[in-house]
DNA sequence: TGCTTATATTGATAGATAGTTGATTAAGAG
DNA sequence: CTCTTAATCAACTATCTATCAATATAAGCA
């Protein structure tokens, strides 16, 4: 972590809000293989079209992920293939907590 | 990113949620280099007693820190360095970020 | 027993935002 | 021009949570 002042962490802050939402977490592992249309990540993840456009420009914003407008549809791909690599590492620290609470039931059962 | 359920995303948010907080992450950084107290922590980040002792037990029940008890005062310190290593995945995209915008801003310009 | 200090907890409030619904823009097809 | 389809925008609601104030717990000391 870079020196924090302030206004960084409010930064930082807002880079992990916006992969602190499940339906984001959906949207980006929908797009692990390639383009989708905003309608086609509706259907994939259930949500309605307007969510899902919402969340998806959110994504956008935070250079998450990039678009290319076609006609009517609009194509979304991953523009930055660290948010893999993040979830990755989430999922690491997920495990040991995991590892943590099973010692801890081992514990006391 | 492991394949994602819905479960799998829930938990994936929740812990990114933790450090979607910049006072979290100022506490995360004022850990940085040792165990602090509840109340160093609390001057150091200019929060409230009661507010930066509510983030500290968040952040360890995601994990990321521990503690231990000492007479009356309560040590905390750093359990999961991945912490660090997220904040500077992340920081990386910042910095992709500003150079993106940089461009825009020569484009337009 | 009180008294003090350090944390933790509880209750209340204000602000943010995910999701829904309905309207609007925009690009083809007939 | 009209109809359809795709995406975005705007307004609203409901939920969540960061923060604060007040209280509670708990250890050490007089």
Redesign the interface.
Known sequence: ??E?T?AS?????????A????????L??AL?RGEKSVGDLADETGAGQANTSKHLQLLLQ???IARRKEGTTTWYRVA?P?????????????E??LE?RRKLLRRRG
């Open positions: 972590m870079i924090l302030d962490a409010d930064v930082i802050a807002e880079r992990f809000a992969l602190a939402v499940p339906m984001r977490l959906r980006l592992n692990r935070q250079g998450f930055d660290a948010v893999y690599e993040l979830c990755s590492l989430v999922c690491g620290g997920i040991e907590d943590r």
